[in-house]
């Protein structure tokens, strides 16, 4: 009886005992929390002895240039951020706490150093990251990524062939070397070509991030920094294919230009069509060009020097044109003048030689046919009197004659004049060309002389 007793007894135990729910996998996990942060003071540096320096490591992976604002001199630029350092209040046994070797804790219940960068300017839009990872000897690993918005000293005289070296400078802000000390997670050399995360597809190309740690001393106490030196360089053929090749194609259209005849009237037009076309891309590239208020790009005085050119070349073919009608009008004022000084004031010697020309004419036809000629002091020189009955015009002939001769020979000076004027109108054409064409060589030499010092700077 006392046997059917037990085993029932037994049996109840055991049904009962199957009926207790099992104990939560995760209240270890909240024993082990609640036991590392209930004495624990976020505003403590994490170490037994005080005079023991906490060093912290940092890494970083550069993900992006998302911005480069050489107006403002600011780069914005993503990168993955990591410190690591070590937590002497954060240590456990994992065998009392279910093998648990490795918690996330919230950032702000723990001590996390004051790590900045001093080149920072503006808030990014960085993702809130509000936990830390904590192993249980102590190591605490801080990952975030964050989108810097920093200064830099953007030199872009040689845009769009520029190359950029924007720093990113970590250290404490509050604590000396003596209490938070910087060092280098993975080995410079491997941060430096670590490009494996960086997007390549851009207008930017990541060279290397090299980097240095150096104590910088402010008010007789030294801090601890870390310069990660970010060198990139901008991809040029966007800006050549819409920028350079369009302007150098436009100087070539107005170079050829001047082998268009000067008579033929469409030289400015042609030439004016140019600059206005230029002017026309020149407005739409200005949001192109990145501008500062200290220095110009060497691309912006390339346009202002191809439009002053430009400007040039037209007003050199203005005067030639101008030039060669201007002198058309002034050849015919001079043929007038040289008709009328020819037959007021050297009246005696060409009508002497008329006369004598006449006389002899006369003479021969006196013999022939029979006429006699009285010469006199009128102002006819000579009349002529038929000796025969009937009376022949032979004067207003002779004057018809001498008018006709007259005329011709003034319109054959007159072309004459003209033709040679013409041919001094076009050297002085070529000569400007020449000239166009010097100013045309010097500014690509001036130009490829200072790309060369900056490139060998």
């Known amino acids: 009886m006392s046997s059917i007793l037990l085993l029932s007894l037994l049996l109840s135990v055991i049904t009962q005992t199957e009926l207790v729910p099992e104990k939560p996998k995760g209240s270890a996990l909240n024993h082990l929390t609640r036991l590392l942060l209930c004495k624990y003071n976020c505003g403590v540096r994490p170490v037994q002895n005080w005079t023991k320096p906490t060093t912290v490591y940092i890494d970083l992976i550069i993900q992006s240039v998302l911005d480069v604002d050489g107006q403002t001199q600011k780069v914005t630029t993503s990168i993955w951020y990591r410190q690591i350092w070590n937590d002497e209040f954060l240590v456990w046994d994992p065998e009392e706490f279910d093998g648990i070797t490795e918690i996330s804790l919230s950032s702000d219940a723990i001590w996390v150093p004051d790590i900045i960068i001093s080149e920072f300017v503006d808030v990014g839009k960085s993702p809130v990251i509000p936990y830390v990872y904590v192993n249980c000897t102590g190591t605490v690993k801080n990952y975030k990524p964050i989108q810097v918005v920093s200064a830099c000293h953007l030199e872009i005289y040689a845009f769009p062939f520029d190359k950029q070296n924007c720093t990113l400078t970590f250290r404490s802000w509050l604590h000396s070397v003596n209490e938070v000390d910087l060092a280098l997670w993975r080995p410079a050399e491997e941060i430096a070509n670590d490009t494996r995360e960086f997007m390549n597809d851009g207008e930017w190309e990541l060279l290397s991030v090299p980097s240095h740690y150096w104590i910088l001393n402010i008010e007789d106490r030294d801090y601890a920094q870390i310069q990660f030196n970010v060198l990139i360089r901008r991809r040029p053929l966007l800006y050549v294919v819409s920028l350079l090749i369009p302007s150098i194609f436009l100087m070539v259209v107005d170079v050829t230009s001047f082998y268009l005849p000067l008579t033929s009237g469409t030289r400015i037009t042609f030439k004016t069509s140019i ?183």
């Open 275 to 457: 600059l206005l076309g230029y002017t026309v891309i020149r407005v739409n590239m200005m949001d192109e060009i990145p501008a500062t208020a200290i220095k110009t790009p060497l691309i912006g005085t390339f346009f202002a020097v191809c439009m002053a050119l430009q400007v040039l070349s037209l007003a050199m073919s203005i005067f030639a044109v101008k030039l060669l009608y201007y002198s058309d009008k002034e050849f015919k004022e001079m043929s007038i003048s040289a008709s009328l000084l020819d037959k007021y004031v050297s009246t005696d010697k060409s009508c002497t030689e008329s006369a004598f020309t006449s006389v002899k004419t006369l003479d021969d036809m006196k013999q022939s046919g029979g006429y006699e000629f009285d010469l006199s002091p009128e102002p006819d020189l000579f009349s002529l009197t038929e000796v025969s009955n009937s009376d022949f015009p032979l004067e207003k002939i002779l004057q018809e004659v001498m008018s006709l001769r007259l005329y011709l020979q003034e319109e054959d000076n007159e072309g004459s004049s003209q033709f040679y004027w013409v041919e001094l109108c076009l050297k002085v054409d070529k000569l400007l060309f020449s000239l166009y064409l010097l100013l045309v060589f010097v500014f690509v030499m001036t130009l490829l002389l200072h790309w060369g010092d900056w490139s060998s700077a």
